[in-house]
C-alpha cells in the first residue's frame, strides 16, 4: 500500500512538471503583451518588459518560472500590480470553493435519488421523467439556467437577491445554477448501475430471503451501485470548486472562475500559471485519492502489489 | 478648468516652460497636510522606471522625464522641485500648451510619501494601505474584490460641497444582472449595453453620456496604394450612412463624428465655441452620406489610380458590435462603391490591435480616446511620423500647422487654436481617416440623484451631487 502511494505521488509530481512545462509554452504563444493599455508606447513597453524580466530568452524566463515554482512561489500578478499570485487566488477562492461544495453535495445527493427512483420504477412514467429531467439537466448550459433562475426566483418572485456575495441567500440560486450538471450526470449513472445491480443474483438471494424492496435497495443496492459515481465525483468536485465563469459572471460573484478567464484574455501569465497547478495538484490528488478509496470501498478491487 | 488642490490655474513663465502652482492649505485622509514634496516624491516614483509604472509615457516633455524613463538619468533630475510647502514649480523640455490640462490625469496625482514609505510594497494594493485628499475615502477594498465603498473624506479641502456620505461601487460584468439590479432598486446607476440602450431609450431615467472617444476607419496606405488616392478616401466617406449604422448596429445612442476630434472636449479660448463643431464648420460634408457623390469621387479616383477594381479586406475583432460593424460596412461600402469588393478578417482582439500597430491590415477600425481635454491628442496622432497613424497618412501642410501648434504658438493661445482648426479641417477634407462615431454610453440612472458629472474620460465627480427625498 505504501509503495502503491509512494509510486503514485512520483506519477503526480511528473504530471505536474509536465502541465507546468505545456502551460508555460503555451502562454508565450498568447498574442499581446501583459501590458494592456494599448497607449503605452513602443519604447516604454519594452522598458517595462526589462523590468520584468520578459526581454530575456525564453529558456531562462523557463528556468525563473520553474525554480520560482518549485519553491512555492507564483510571483506576482501583472494586472493587480503588487498583489502575489497567492493572495489574489487566497482571496478569491472562498466564494467559489463554497458553491462547488454546495452544488456538489445537492447535485450529488438528488442525483442519486433520482436515478435510484428511476431505476426501481424502470419503465414506468417515473422512469421517463427522471430521465427527461437528467436530459434537460445535461443538455441546458448553467448560464442558462442561471439566468432563468435569476430572472423568475429573485426579479419576477423576489424570493432570493438577484446578484452579488453577500451572505447565505445569495449562494442558493448559483448553487441551483451549478447543482444541475452533478444531478444529471449522477442521476444518469446511477440509474444504469442500479438496473444492473437489481438484476444480479445476490438481490434475487436477499429477496427470496423475504426483505422487503425497500430493505434491498437500501442495504444492498445503493452500495454498491455508488461505486462508479465514486469515479465521476472527484473530477466533478474539482471543477465545480473552481468556479464557473458563466455563472459566477451572472451572479456577480467575486469568484476565481471570473479571474482565470481575465487573467488569460490580459496575459497575466503568473496568474494563469498560478490557477493552472492550483488546479492540476486538486485534480491529480482528488484522483490519487479516489484510486485508494476504491480499495475500501469495494473489496473485489486490490490495489496493485498487495497481493504480493 | 478649475483648479482643485492648487490655488489658481498657473500661468506659464520662461517661454511657456515654467509652471509654478501655489498650493492650497489641505490635509489626507490621515491628518498629515498635502504638501509640495508630495507630488515631486510622487512623480519622481511614477517616472522612475523600478516602479513599473504604465502611465510613466504620460511625463513626456517633463524636463528628463524621458532620460529617466529609459533609465539614463536618476528620479532626482526630474524637472519638478518643491520651492516652499506649498509651492511647486514644474519645469518642461519644451512648452506644451495643454500642460494644464494634463494634471487632471490621476497618474500626476500627489502621493504621501509618508504613507508610501509605511506601507512599502503593499502601498496602494488595498484600500487600508492608501490614504486620500480627494472627496471620498476607499474602504472595503481588499485588492481582488468586486464591491467597495467610497466614504466622504472630511479632510478634503471642498468637504463642504460633498452631500453623499457613502457610496457603494460594484463591477457587475454581466449587463443583465445589473440591469435586474437596477430595475429592483438595488443600484442607482447602470450602465447599458446596445441592446439594453435600444429599450430603455424612452424611459425617463435614461442618459446618454457622451465620451470623449472617437471611432474611425483606417485606411493603409503603404499596402493599399489606392488609398493615397484623397477621392476615393473621400468617396469611402461619403458612402457611410452613419445615422443608420448607428441606429441598427451600435443602439447605444452613439454621435456620427464629423471630426476625429470629439465633441464636448475642448472650447475656443475667446468664443467658448466647440472645437469639433467649430472645426466641422464647411466641412461636414466629407462624413455626410452622398452616396450619388461617393460614386462620382470613387469613378474619379479609380481612374486616375488606373484601376478598374478594387479588393480589400477589412480586419475586425471578436469584441461585442466589431462583427455587426464589419458586415455593415462591408454591405455598405459595396453597395455604394461599383468595383469594391471587400472580405472581412475577424482575429482575437488583441492581434487586431498589434496588427493595426504593425501595418498588417488594408482596412480596420480604429478608435482612440482622449488623455487630457485638449485637441491635440487625437490630432497628434496623425502626424507623419505618429505612431500611432497606422495608416501612414501623410500631410505636409498638417504637420507643419501640429508643429507650429507647439512651438510658434505654444504661447498664443488664439493662434495655437487657429492652427488646431485648420489642421483638423485639412484631416477632415483629406480623409486622412475615416471618422465613424463618437461614443456614448447609455446609463439609466436614479432621477432623485441630481448634479451627476461625468469628466470625458468616463469617470464621475461626485462633488456637488445630491440626493432629491
Redesign the interface.
Same mark, same amino acid.
Request: proline share 9%; hydrophobic share 45%.
Given at each position: 500500500m505504501v509503495k502503491y502511494v509512494l509510486k503514485r505521488i512520483g506519477y503526480l509530481l511528473l504530471t505536474l512538471f509536465i502541465v507546468a512545462s505545456i502551460t508555460f509554452f503555451l502562454m508565450k504563444l498568447l &498574442?499581446?503583451t501583459p @501590458?494592456n493599455? &494599448?497607449?503605452? &508606447? *513602443? #519604447? !516604454?513597453i519594452a522598458?517595462?518588459r526589462? !523590468? +520584468?524580466g520578459l526581454d530575456l530568452p525564453v529558456w531562462q524566463q523557463y528556468l525563473n518560472y520553474m525554480v520560482g515554482i518549485a519553491h512555492g512561489d507564483f510571483g506576482e500578478s501583472y494586472q @493587480? *500590480?503588487? $498583489?502575489t499570485v497567492s493572495? =489574489?487566488i487566497s482571496?478569491?477562492i472562498g466564494p467559489s470553493l463554497q458553491l462547488g461544495v454546495q452544488a456538489m453535495i445537492i447535485g450529488t445527493l438528488l442525483g442519486i435519488l433520482l436515478g435510484a427512483i428511476a431505476a426501481i420504477r424502470k419503465n414506468t412514467w417515473v422512469d421517463a421523467t427522471a430521465t427527461i429531467f437528467a436530459i434537460i439537466g445535461r443538455s441546458i448550459p448553467n448560464f442558462v439556467f442561471a #439566468?432563468l433562475l !435569476?430572472?423568475w426566483l #429573485? +426579479?419576477k418572485w423576489?424570493l432570493f437577491p438577484? *446578484? =452579488?456575495?453577500d451572505g447565505f441567500s445569495s449562494s442558493i440560486l448559483p448553487t441551483l445554477a451549478l447543482a444541475m450538471a452533478p444531478l444529471a450526470n449522477t442521476a444518469r449513472f446511477m440509474r444504469t448501475e442500479m438496473v444492473d445491480v437489481l438484476s444480479s443474483d445476490y438481490i434475487e438471494l436477499a429477496k427470496s430471503k423475504g426483505e422487503s424492496q425497500w430493505q434491498v435497495v437500501a442495504k444492498h443496492a445503493m452500495r454498491n451501485s455508488m461505486i462508479p459515481i465514486v469515479t465521476i465525483i472527484g473530477p466533478m468536485a474539482v471543477d465545480l470548486m473552481l468556479g464557473s465563469l458563466v455563472v459566477e /459572471?451572472?451572479? #456577480?460573484i &467575486?469568484g476565481i472562475g $471570473? !479571474?482565470f478567464v481575465q487573467s488569460i484574455?490580459t /496575459?497575466d501569465y503568473p496568474v494563469i500559471m498560478g490557477l493552472t497547478m492550483l488546479y492540476s495538484v486538486m485534480l491529480t490528488v482528488v484522483i490519487l485519492i479516489v484510486d485508494i478509496l476504491y480499495g475500501f470501498i469495494d473489496p473485489r478491487i486490490r490495489l496493485s502489489g498487495e497481493g504480493n | 478648468m478649475q483648479p482643485a488642490v492648487a490655488k489658481s490655474v498657473a500661468k506659464p513663465t520662461d517661454n511657456g516652460t515654467v509652471y509654478t502652482y501655489n498650493l492650497r492649505n489641505s490635509k489626507w485622509s490621515n491628518g498629515d497636510d498635502v504638501t509640495a514634496s508630495d507630488f515631486v516624491f510622487a512623480w519622481r516614483r511614477t517616472v522612475d522606471p523600478a516602479t513599473k509604472s504604465q502611465y510613466a509615457y504620460l511625463y513626456s516633455g517633463v524636463k528628463n522625464a524621458d532620460k529617466i524613463m529609459a533609465g539614463k538619468a536618476k528620479a532626482s533630475t526630474l524637472g519638478v522641485k518643491a520651492l516652499s510647502k506649498d509651492k511647486l514649480q514644474v519645469t518642461l523640455e519644451h512648452p506644451i500648451p495643454y500642460f494644464n490640462t494634463m494634471l487632471v490625469n490621476p497618474a500626476f496625482f500627489p502621493q504621501s510619501e509618508k504613507a508610501v514609505g509605511e506601507y512599502g510594497k503593499k502601498f496602494g494594493t488595498q484600500s487600508k494601505y492608501l490614504v486620500f485628499n480627494g472627496p471620498y475615502k476607499l474602504t472595503g477594498w481588499n485588492g481582488t474584490n468586486n464591491s467597495w465603498k467610497e466614504v466622504k473624506n472630511p479632510t478634503y479641502w471642498n468637504a463642504k460641497n460633498v452631500h453623499i456620505d457613502q457610496i457603494n461601487v460594484t463591477a457587475i460584468k454581466d449587463p443583465s444582472t445589473a440591469m435586474n439590479l437596477y430595475q429592483s432598486g438595488k443600484l442607482d446607476d447602470a450602465s447599458l449595453t446596445g441592446d439594453q440602450a435600444a429599450v430603455a431609450k424612452s424611459k425617463p431615467d435614461y442618459q446618454g453620456v457622451k465620451q470623449a472617444s472617437t471611432f474611425y476607419l483606417e485606411l493603409n496606405e503603404k499596402k493599399i496604394p489606392a488609398f493615397k488616392n484623397t477621392k476615393i478616401r473621400q468617396a469611402i466617406g461619403m458612402s457611410i450612412n452613419r445615422e443608420e449604422y448607428i441606429k441598427k448596429v451600435l443602439q447605444d445612442g452613439s454621435i456620427d463624428a464629423p471630426n476625429v476630434t470629439p465633441q464636448g472636449l475642448a472650447q475656443d479660448p475667446s468664443t467658448k465655441e466647440d472645437f469639433s463643431k467649430e472645426a466641422a464648420k464647411g466641412y461636414s460634408q466629407y462624413t455626410q452620406y452622398n452616396p450619388k457623390e461617393a460614386k462620382t469621387l470613387w469613378t474619379a479616383g479609380l481612374k486616375e489610380a488606373n484601376l478598374k477594381t478594387l479588393s480589400v479586406e477589412l480586419l475586425t475583432d471578436d469584441t461585442d458590435n466589431a462583427k455587426k460593424s464589419g458586415e455593415y460596412l462591408q454591405n455598405t461600402l459595396e453597395k455604394n462603391l461599383p468595383g469594391l469588393k471587400v472580405t472581412i478578417a475577424t482575429v482575437p482582439f488583441k492581434t487586431r490591435l498589434s496588427r493595426s500597430q504593425n501595418g498588417q491590415f488594408d482596412m480596420v477600425m480604429g478608435g482612440w480616446s482622449a488623455d487630457f481635454p485638449d485637441p491635440i491628442t487625437f490630432l497628434d496622432l496623425f502626424t507623419t511620423d505618429g505612431s500611432y497613424n497606422d495608416g501612414k497618412w501623410s500631410n505636409a501642410q498638417y504637420d507643419k500647422l501640429i508643429e507650429q501648434s507647439k512651438t510658434t504658438y505654444a504661447t498664443d493661445a488664439e493662434k495655437r487654436w487657429q492652427a488646431l482648426i485648420q489642421a483638423q479641417q485639412i484631416l477632415t477634407k483629406e480623409q486622412g481617416i475615416i471618422p465613424i462615431y463618437q461614443r456614448v454610453q447609455a446609463h439609466l440612472v436614479n432621477p432623485k440623484v441630481q448634479n451627476l458629472k461625468t469628466a470625458p474620460g468616463g469617470s464621475y465627480n461626485f462633488v456637488g451631487v445630491t440626493l432629491k427625498k
Open positions: &498574442p499581446g @501590458f493599455n &494599448p497607449k503605452i &508606447p *513602443a #519604447a !516604454q522598458i517595462l526589462k !523590468q +520584468y @493587480f *500590480a503588487g $498583489q493572495y =489574489l482571496t478569491r #439566468a !435569476q430572472f #429573485a +426579479y423576489r438577484i *446578484a =452579488l456575495w /459572471n451572472v451572479f #456577480a &467575486p $471570473q !479571474q484574455t /496575459n | -
